[in-house]
């Protein structure tokens, strides 16, 4: 059975950190690359990071670019996002999705995901 948990979310003023957690069980995790997405109220699901199966690459959204890092520990099966410089525009509900089979950026193009980590940035 597969397994895609997010976790590390809360509430914190703009200019603080977070760092997401993202744990999968019941796939081969290593052979996989893994995203984050995020849904604000209102807007559609977006981009935010991804990295390849074996971290050597990773691809971030403009916005996001500079501020967070994505990386993985496959020893652990877990993936991170690790969100520094927050701004309140980055409140949204934060999603973890596994093994794209096209486009790193393509939410439909993941296998599976998590239900969701909450966001909130204050100002």
């Known amino acids: 059975q597969v397994h895609v948990v997010e976790s590390g979310g809360g509430l914190v003023q703009a200019g603080g950190s977070l760092r997401l957690s993202c744990a999968v069980s019941?796939?081969?995790?290593?052979?996989?690359?893994m995203g984050w997405f995020r849904q604000a109220p209102g807007m559609e699901r977006e981009f935010v990071a991804a990295?390849?199966?074996?971290?050597?690459?990773?691809f971030y959204s403009d916005s996001v670019k500079d501020r967070f890092t994505i990386s993985r520990d496959n020893a652990k099966n877990t993936v991170y996002l690790q969100m520094n410089s927050l701004k309140p525009e980055d409140t949204a509900v934060y999603y973890c999705a596994a093994d794209p089979d096209g486009s790193w950026k393509d939410w439909g193009s993941y296998a599976a995901w998590g239900q969701g980590t909450q966001v909130t940035v204050s100002s």
């Open positions: 019941g796939r081969t995790f290593n052979n996989e690359g």
């Open positions: 990295i390849s199966p074996n971290g050597g690459s990773t």
